[in-house]
């Protein structure tokens, strides 16, 4: 069973719905100086690394109530690591938490985070796509390599960011993220199936991928056309990471993939309209 130290389950109950302090929402909202030069290795790459996205008391409490929806989510899942599908001792995903958790909310909605992912992105506007934790249980195998747009219903995936946010140590042999650089060119797209057939693709073979090696409150962000990957978890204790997507406002629907027509994020759209929904909120 799923437990954090000094959380119970009445305890995450209260955190995820009390009212967030105003200094933490203040921190949410500061914006996060980016030089230009990460920004262009971020174009050129499709990837950076940045140190102290978070940091203090901010990154305590952000930590905490991820913790907390993590177990309401998960408190129910008594089954043991061998017990689980390939995929599932990949990481325990807990996604759209922002609609269920106030607390929660209020870190996702964050226009520190979602400015940088305007500012990489180059564009105007950054809009929410979706929000998941990515905890990996001690012992917990590898995440295989893929692009993460293969899963989403976006006319423009270059046009797409996520932001994977460490809220423990993260070192290589904790299942860190690494990052196959310039990958992310339209012409090297190729689903990867990391459900029914995880595999490397060929042109992958004899390039060299970039390790991220985490301290708390350290983040990477890459596109959805950037293959990547993770390792096992070797340590005794989670691996934690909290994931928020964006998308540049303006992308739209492409439902002809039949794969990916019933994204929760597009409830109701029609193939070629503009990603504008309840679940999609412009954030900057």
């Known amino acids: 069973m799923l437990q954090f130290k000094d959380l119970t389950r009445d305890q995450a109950k209260e955190l995820l719905f009390q009212e967030t302090p105003s200094e933490i929402l203040d921190r949410y909202n500061e914006p996060y100086p980016l030089e230009q030069e990460k920004i262009d290795y971020y174009l050129e790459n499709g990837f950076i690394i940045l140190k102290n996205v978070l940091d203090g008391e901010t990154l305590r409490h952000a930590r905490q109530v991820i913790q907390a929806a993590v177990l309401l989510r998960k408190e129910h899942d008594e089954r043991k690591l061998k017990e689980k599908s390939a995929y599932e001792q990949s990481f325990l995903q807990c996604g759209y938490l922002c609609w269920d958790y106030p607390a929660l909310k209020n870190f996702v909605f964050g226009k520190r985070f979602a400015g940088i992912a305007r500012d990489l992105m180059n564009v105007d506007h950054a809009r929410l796509w979706h929000d998941q934790a990515l905890f990996k249980e001690p012992g917990g195998r590898s995440t295989d390599v893929h692009q993460d747009s293969s899963y989403w219903p976006v006319d423009k995936p270059e046009l797409t960011t996520t932001m994977w946010l460490a809220l423990n140590s993260v070192p290589v042999h904790k299942g860190s993220l690494y990052f196959y650089p310039q990958t992310h060119k339209p012409e090297m797209r190729e689903y990867v199936d990391i459900f029914k057939n995880p595999h490397l693709p060929k042109h992958l073979k004899n390039k060299k991928p970039v390790e991220s090696s985490l301290e708390p409150g350290d983040a990477t962000f890459h596109t959805g ?15 934690e990471g909290m994931t928020v997507i964006y998308i540049a406002d303006g992308v739209k629907f492409d439902a002809t993939d039949d794969r990916n027509a019933t994204h929760t994020s597009c409830n109701g759209l029609e193939d070629g309209q503009i990603i504008d929904t309840q679940y999609t909120p412009r954030l900057t």
């Open 225 to 239: 056309l950037t293959f990547h990957g993770a390792g096992a978890n070797q340590s005794q204790e989670y691996r």
